[in-house]
């Protein structure tokens, strides 16, 4: 049974095939290729006409659910992008917020109690940094390296023991984030003696 | 052509996800986070559901539950429903026909209607994430849930207004999850599911896509709370130490240790040590304290060697159930 099903599959391909044809043939040939296709997988007679309704609407449909996919992934991929974009700060700024609550804190401290005070502030810039490194913020601090441009902006430049071109104060340190400069250390450039 | 989701309602958390493609992906709730604690509460007239309902709890504890998972398909007399019933703040009452039920506001609710509100919290995440309303689902069960217990978190699910697909065994899903089906010949694996709040362990064997549970054992009493536990303890007495100040006993600065320690121990899956960096934990007369304490991953390990070693026990008994031992394990999840 199995194997006459798999003839009669391949038989049906045959016929694909021929109506593949150039189009003048198809004329002379309707009439072979109705013969073959009137009969089913079962033997049963089946509308060619019908056949190819069926395939339509069942096609239509696939596409028209495609369609509705397609539309609500780009709604989605839309409305991902907008939220990424609001809220790509959040995890850093629940970072930040750490420090602001200890800044609040160390306000909260009563007078005479500077060097705990101190203490805590150093801390608390010390817990700053180490969430900057998670984040992939690297800070650059220039004194006594040459001037380079592509990471320091010169302020001024005035005569100093150090050779020119060397860095001899600096004025802030410098930012990069995953080693994209976002902001260069500004310095006091040496202009030799 | 509707979506199907899949719902793991766990004890602690639940998590929703729909296939797309021929990947999954992680629905995030409307608060932004993949996963939303199974915690449920009547306050007055409202009606709170995860972050919120777990934010409230200290302030309504009569009326807030979580953890219902421990009870669902349970006696009201079996030995689980009365070791849970000390551990929680809500309380536990015997239905008509003697199932462990939970009292809101002096109405009995069954676990799976507090379960399927959770459920609907997912379902509503699922449906604004995909624009479309959702009806079929799956739903993750422990293996070793008995029928009630599958029949009951399928209740919940139509209560919730889900038509339930299929009820999944979790180490199925976690093994499905890591593409452990694509192997041709038999296989065994053993999944070690450290949950929020519980452990599972199963033996599973694979063939031909087919999932077999050979044994499971646990122990719903263990969980990362206690692993966070461990890190706070240890942490405060550090402190106590340098300073003669328990945390311990002060609620503000208990919180930001908890917050901390869990921090710190996600950090030491991946860092060989960690800070725990808390300017301004505390105050005396000598004015404001801070504590600073260094953990080695080989600390860690050291204080929650205990725990480890309860974990090891179910594990034994799984192999001796499933009647095989360790080296015969292909693969470990």
């Not at chain 1, 069926?54 to 539309?71: C, F, G, P």
């Not at chain 2, 990947?23 to 995030?28: R, W």
Request: hydrophobic share 40%; proline share 3%.
């Amino acid at each position: 049974m199995s194997s006459k099903n798999k003839k009669q599959d391949i038989e049906d391909q045959e016929v694909e095939v021929v109506k593949d044809e150039p189009n003048e043939k198809i004329n002379e040939e309707t009439s072979l290729e109705d013969d073959v296709l009137t009969v089913d997988e079962e033997g049963e007679p089946i509308d060619p006409m019908q056949a190819l309704k069926n395939e339509v609407t069942e096609l239509n449909d696939k596409l028209l659910r495609q369609h509705a996919e397609m539309d609500n992934l780009r709604k989605r991929t839309a409305r991902e992008v907008v939220d990424a974009r609001k809220f790509a700060v959040e995890k850093f700024t629940v970072a930040l917020l750490d420090v602001v609550d200890n800044l609040e804190r160390a306000l909260d401290v009563e007078e005479g109690k500077e060097d705990a005070l101190r203490d805590g502030v150093q801390r608390t810039l010390d817990s700053w940094r180490g969430m900057m490194e998670k984040f992939d913020v690297e800070r650059i601090d220039a004194v006594g390296e040459q001037f380079d441009p592509h990471k320091h902006e010169a302020l001024s430049q005035m005569p100093s023991n150090e050779p020119e071109g060397v860095v001899i104060n600096q004025h802030c340190a410098g930012y990069m984030l995953n080693g994209r400069l976002i902001r260069p250390a500004q310095v006091l450039v040496s202009s030799g003696k | 052509m509707a979506k199907v989701i899949g719902i793991d309602l766990g004890t602690t958390n639940s998590c929703v996800s729909v296939m797309e493609g021929d990947t999954y992906k992680v629905i995030p709730n409307s608060e932004g986070d993949n996963t939303t604690p199974s915690v449920v509460a009547f306050a007055g007239d409202e009606r709170l559901v995860g972050a919120a309902a777990k934010r409230q709890m200290v302030t309504n504890p009569d009326n807030t539950f979580y953890a219902v998972k421990r009870l669902i398909g349970r006696k009201f007399d079996s030995k689980e429903t009365k070791h849970h019933h000390e551990l929680v703040s809500y309380p536990i009452v015997a239905s008509d026909n003697g199932d462990a039920w939970v009292e809101a506001d002096g109405k009995k609710m069954s676990p799976q209607e507090i379960s399927a509100i959770t459920l609907q919290k997912m379902k509503s995440t699922a449906e604004d994430y995909l624009g479309e309303t959702v009806t079929d689902a799956v739903i993750t069960v422990p293996a070793y849930f008995n029928d009630s217990q599958r029949q009951a978190t399928k209740d919940a699910g139509a209560i919730a207004g889900l038509n339930v697909l299929r009820i999944v065994n979790e180490p199925t899903a976690a093994a499905l999850a890591y593409g452990l089906d694509k192997t041709e010949e038999n296989h065994l694996i053993a999944v070690y599911d450290l949950g929020g709040g519980t452990f599972d362990v199963s033996i599973l064997e694979i063939g031909d896509g087919v999932f077999e549970v050979k044994a499971t054992n646990g122990d719903t009493f263990l969980g990362g709370e206690d692993f966070d536990q461990v890190l706070i303890k240890y942490l405060a007495e550090e402190f106590k130490k340098e300073n003669g100040v328990d945390l311990l006993k002060d609620k503000l600065a208990l919180q930001r240790l908890k917050e901390a320690a869990e921090k710190a121990k996600i950090e030491l899956s991946s860092a060989q040590q960690t800070e725990v960096n808390l300017p301004f934990i505390t105050a005396d007369a000598s004015g404001p304290k801070h504590l600073l304490v260094k953990v080695t991953r080989a600390k860690f390990e050291s204080l929650v060697g205990d725990l480890v070693e309860r974990s090891l026990a179910p594990c034994k008994q799984a192999l001796k159930d499933a009647g095989v031992s360790a080296s015969d394990i292909h693969d470990v999840v």
